[in-house]
C-alpha cells in the first residue's frame, strides 16, 4: 500500500467532484439547513415542551450530531454500492485505472478514504449550521467531524468490498431498505436507543451507527466518560479493520482475475 | 532493465486457467524490441487472458513469464510503469473530458502535471483529436474513443503498447485512420503487442505472429511465412447455390486442387495455379457456379491448421 498511489485515485475523486459541485452542493448545504431545522427546532419545540430534554440536553442539541453522522452514512452507503459497480462494471474505468501503477488495493483504499472524506465536508456544514442555532456547547464539537469519517469509513469499507464482487445491482436497493435505513431509524439519531424495549437497545450496540452517534454526541456536548468513548473508537475502528481486510481481497480477486 | 538484445517478453510454457477451464494452455513466445507481434485466432483461443498476464493485470496459473526482463508476479507495479494498454471495450472515465481522461491517467503513473500536459497536447495531436479537447467522452464515435484509448495508453511513453482487438466493433474508415497511427508509432520503433481475429489486421501490422486455438499455438512467424509454409499460393472459391451441398461439390472436385476444404457456404481449392485450377472446376461440370480466384491469407492458414474457418 503506497499513500502516493491512493493520493492519485484521490486526485481523480476530487476532480470529478469539482465538476459536479453545483449539483451537489444543493444536498450538501441544504440538507444540513432543512433537517435540522425541521427536526431540531420544529420538532424539537414539542419535545421539549413535553419533556423538558432528551438525555439531558434540549433535543436539538441532541438530535443534531445524530442528524449529522446519520446522514454521513447514508451517504457513504450509497456512494459505496452502485458507483462502485459502474466502475468496475458499467463504465469500467477501475479497468483502466489498475493498468496503472496503481494497485486494486490501493483504488480500494481510496475509494473509502474519499467517501469519509465526503463525509467529513459534509459534517462541517452540520457543524456550522448546528452550531449557529447554538446548538453546540463545547469547542470538542470540531471532534464531531472526524467521528463522522471515522463512522462514514465503517460503512464504505465493508460495503465496497460487498459492491465489488457483485454481478448486478439486484440487492442494493435491498440492502439499502432492509439494513441502511432500520439503522437510520434505530440508531439513537432521533430519540436514546434506551427508550426502547431492552432487545433493541441491545441490539443498537451492535450498529456502527450508534457508535458513530455517540461518539459526535459527546462531541458537540462536551460530555461522556473516556471509557465510553474510547469502547466507541474501538468498536469502529474494528469494523474499518475488518472491512479492509475484506475489501482489499474482494477488489484484488475482482480487478486482477 | 533489460537490454536491448534480449526479449522484451518472453513466455515459457505459460498458462492461464480459471477453475476447471484452461485458457492458456502451455505456450511459448517471445518478443523483441521494436516488433509489432500479433496473436491471431477466433474468440475464446486465450488471446485476451495471454494479453492480461503479459500486461500484469492477470496472474499466471502456470510457466514462466518475463517482461521488460521482470518478472510479473512480484514486479507488476514496476513493469505496468512501461507499459501502455488499450483493452479490448473501452475504459475511459466517461465521468471526464477528453483531455482530463489523459491528465488523469498521466496522474495514476505518477508523472508531473507539466509533463503530462505536454505530452497531451502532442498525443491529441498524433491522435488528430485536439478539437474534441474539452469534450466529455460518451458523446464521441466509437473509433474516437478507441484513439482516445490509444492517446491515453501512450502517456507514460510506455517501452510496449498491449492492444486487445483495436479495430473491434469499428466501421472500415475509423479501422483505416487508426491502422495509419498504429504504423506510424510502428515506424517510430514502439514495441506493439496486438491480437485480433481479422486476418488484414494481422497482414497489415504484425512483423510477426502466432495463430491460436484452444488455448494453444498452432503457427508461428511473419504472416506471408506463414502462408507460404502452410498454404498454397492461390485460392479457388467456389460459391455453390442452395441445391448443392458444398461437401458433396467438395468430393466432385477433390482433384482439382491441391487440398480442398468445404465451408458452409462454399468450397476452397488450394493451388498454385489458379487460372488451371478454375479451369478444371468448369471441366468438372461446375462452369454454371460463380468462382474466384485470389492470393491465399492468414484465414487460410487458419483453416488449414485447425479445419475451421476463422469466422465461426
Known sequence: MRPVSVARVLEREWLVYRRLWRGVSFTMFGQPVMYLVAMGVGLGSLVDAHSGSVGGFPYLDFVAPGLMVASAVQLAAVESLWPVLAGVMWMRYYEGLVATTVEPAELYTGVVVWTAGKAMMGAVVYLVVAGALGAVSSPLGLLAIPATGLCAAAFAAPIAAYAIGRESDVTFTFLVRVVILPLFLFSGTFFPVSEMPLVLERLAVCSPLWHGTELARAATTGTGSAAAILGHLAFLVTIVALGGWWGTRAFTRRLRA | ?312
Open chain 2, 1 to 312: 532493465m533489460s537490454s536491448s538484445a534480449e526479449p522484451l517478453v518472453e513466455a515459457r510454457g505459460l498458462e492461464k486457467r480459471f477453475g476447471d477451464f484452461t485458457a492458456v494452455a502451455g505456450i511459448d513466445f517471445a518478443i523483441g524490441r521494436g516488433e509489432a507481434f500479433g496473436f491471431l485466432g477466433p474468440n475464446g483461443a486465450g488471446k485476451t487472458s495471454t494479453m492480461r498476464m503479459v500486461g500484469c493485470v492477470s496472474q499466471r496459473s502456470g510457466g514462466d513469464l518475463r517482461v521488460l526482463g521482470l518478472d510479473p508476479a512480484t514486479d507488476g507495479s514496476r513493469i505496468r510503469a512501461h507499459l501502455g494498454v488499450v483493452p479490448q471495450e473501452d475504459t475511459l472515465d466517461t465521468e471526464l473530458t477528453v483531455w482530463d481522461n489523459l491528465v488523469v491517467y498521466g496522474r495514476y503513473f505518477g508523472l508531473p502535471r507539466a509533463v503530462i500536459r505536454e505530452r497531451a497536447e502532442e498525443l491529441l495531436d498524433f491522435v488528430q483529436l485536439t478539437d474534441r479537447r474539452d469534450s466529455k467522452v460518451d458523446p464521441l464515435s466509437g473509433g474516437m474513443k478507441r484513439r482516445v484509448t490509444i492517446a491515453r495508453s501512450l502517456i507514460n511513453e510506455p517501452s510496449v503498447v498491449l492492444l486487445d482487438e483495436p479495430t473491434t466493433g469499428l466501421d472500415p474508415q475509423a479501422r483505416h485512420l487508426l491502422w495509419d497511427r498504429l504504423h506510424r508509432l510502428k515506424r517510430r520503433g514502439t514495441t506493439l503487442v496486438l491480437t485480433t481475429h481479422y486476418m488484414d489486421e494481422a497482414e497489415q501490422l504484425c512483423d510477426r505472429l502466432v495463430i491460436m486455438d484452444g488455448g494453444r499455438i498452432v503457427a508461428e512467424g511473419p504472416p506471408r511465412t506463414l502462408i507460404e509454409r502452410y498454404a498454397t499460393r492461390e485460392v479457388v472459391e467456389v460459391r455453390p447455390d442452395l441445391d448443392h451441398d458444398p461437401a458433396e461439390v467438395a468430393r466432385h472436385l477433390a482433384r482439382a486442387g491441391e487440398r480442398v476444404e468445404a465451408l458452409a457456404d462454399r468450397v476452397l481449392l488450394y493451388t498454385d495455379d489458379g487460372d488451371a485450377t478454375a479451369h478444371a472446376v468448369v471441366e468438372a461440370g461446375f462452369g454454371d457456379v460463380p468462382s474466384m480466384v485470389r492470393r491465399a491469407g492468414l484465414e487460410d492458414v487458419f483453416l488449414i491448421l485447425t479445419g475451421r474457418s476463422l469466422e465461426d
